[in-house]
């Protein structure tokens, strides 16, 4: 997600090159270890690569800080799993489920911001930016572990899959609105209503011309292979386009990886401009797209979720203060109900209404922008801080599980 303003969202350092080159190794070497080694165990692979950051970074042994260079690989290889998930995602299934991915994302992030709120300000007596920021950061959902779960449990492409896709890039979209609004909160004390409703327009328009532009740069570029013969064009060249409709959607002031979900959408077999027929592609060129771009996903996604764990400061937490676990304990309540309860807005059965829930439920590294967010504005104190982290940390954890748990015994 997208940073606002331009703020840093997490604490960075600075290594030399050949450092960086170790690092980077061992992130690749131990995020893959840790995620097989989940894996073997019964366990989403997806927390074992979020475990190994956690191990790696200043949770636990501190030898691996988060620098700049490894939060643009992170962003990197999130941006090409959110194009990955847009290849493949059915955009027919995708609008005919609209409707409910707008009902899952209103409920799950109205439910956990006005509870986490509530608690913040009228229990706990914070003040009233504090309480606005902690709401905020428990609206997030961190589509990416999302999907990469979904993925490893072979349901990425059932209805409900779509439902929760859906409903993961709208709720990702009102983060940084609701992030946005709180920034210009925070400086003016006031809110900007029109300047919240230009973003929000800015953003629906972006999604719905991108992929229409998306795709008319595709079919360029397979005319230029096609009459090039040059079929090693196609993956720099789909990269590139990747990144510049990623660079859009920033500038229009939405995720980057909304852009990298629609180039996705745009390149998909299933995707069809009306009255364009002019614009489909090639199926080989579809294909060599895949080819291409795939293994680098398996490459680089896994960097993402050990970021995620690098991120997270669990020293940062006072285990001991009683305050802290009833403050936290409510929130995350707060934050697990809020999320699940938003499946049951959907018509189907209890297990799919769970799974929707559950699906919904990491923060992740979104959750962890808002707690950085809120501290580079002094909206939040140390204990505030600590107790995002500490909600992010468990919800982000305990999700793959549960979802596990959920769908076991069912056939992929």
Do not use: C
Not at 80 to 102: C, K, N, P, Q, Y
Not at 227 to 246: F, H, M, Q, W
Not at 272 to 291: D, G, M, Q, T, Y
């Amino acid at each position: 997600m997208a940073a606002v303003g331009g703020a840093e969202n997490v604490a960075t350092a600075t290594v030399d090159i050949h450092t960086l080159f170790l690092h980077i190794a061992v992130i690749l070497i131990s995020g893959k270890l840790f995620g097989t080694l989940f894996k073997k165990l019964g366990i989403p692979a997806v927390l074992g690569e979020v475990f190994a950051g956690i191990i790696l970074g200043q949770s636990l042994l501190g030898i691996i800080p988060l620098s700049d260079a490894i939060k643009v690989l992170a962003e990197l290889g999130v941006i090409l799993l959110l194009f990955e998930v847009g290849l493949e995602a059915d955009i027919h299934m995708l609008i005919r489920v609209g409707l409910w991915s707008t009902l899952v994302a209103i409920v799950g992030a109205v439910l956990p911001f006005a509870g986490g709120f509530l608690i913040s300000y009228y229990m706990f007596d914070l003040p009233l930016i504090s309480s606005l920021f902690i709401g905020g950061a428990l609206t997030a959902t961190s589509i990416g572990i999302t999907v990469r779960v979904l993925t490893d449990l072979n349901k990425h492409k059932a209805r409900f899959a779509q439902i929760v896709l859906g409903a993961a890039v709208l709720d990702d979209i009102l983060g940084v609105v609701i992030l946005a609004a709180l920034y210009e909160f925070s400086k003016t004390k006031e809110v900007n209503v029109e300047a919240t409703t230009s973003l929000m327009l800015h953003i629906a328009v972006f999604f719905i011309v991108a992929p229409v532009v998306a795709r008319l740069l595709a079919k360029f570029i397979s005319f230029m292979v096609e009459k090039l013969n040059e079929p090693d064009v196609v993956p720099a060249s789909i990269l590139s386009l990747i990144l510049a409709v990623g660079y859009a959607s920033y500038r229009v002031g939405s995720p980057e990886i909304l852009g990298a979900f629609t180039a996705g959408l745009a390149l998909s077999r299933r995707f069809a401009v009306p009255f364009a027929a002019f614009l489909n592609l090639n199926e080989k060129i579809v294909h060599r797209v895949e080819e291409g771009i795939l293994p680098l996903v398996n490459i680089m996604a896994p960097v993402f979720f050990v970021s995620v764990g690098l991120a997270l400061n669990l020293k940062a937490i006072d285990f001991s203060s009683a305050d802290f676990w009833i403050f936290s304990s409510l929130l995350i309540a707060v934050a697990i109900v809020g999320k699940v309860s938003a499946g049951f807005v959907v018509p189907a059965s209890f297990k799919e209404r769970l799974g929707i829930g559950l699906s919904m439920m990491p923060r992740g590294e979104v959750g962890l922008i808002f707690a950085e967010f809120g501290r580079s504005f002094n909206a939040i104190d140390s204990v505030g801080y600590a107790v995002i982290v500490f909600v992010v940390a468990i919800t982000t954890l305990i999700a793959p599980i549960l979802l596990k748990l959920n769908f076991r015994g069912d056939e992929g």
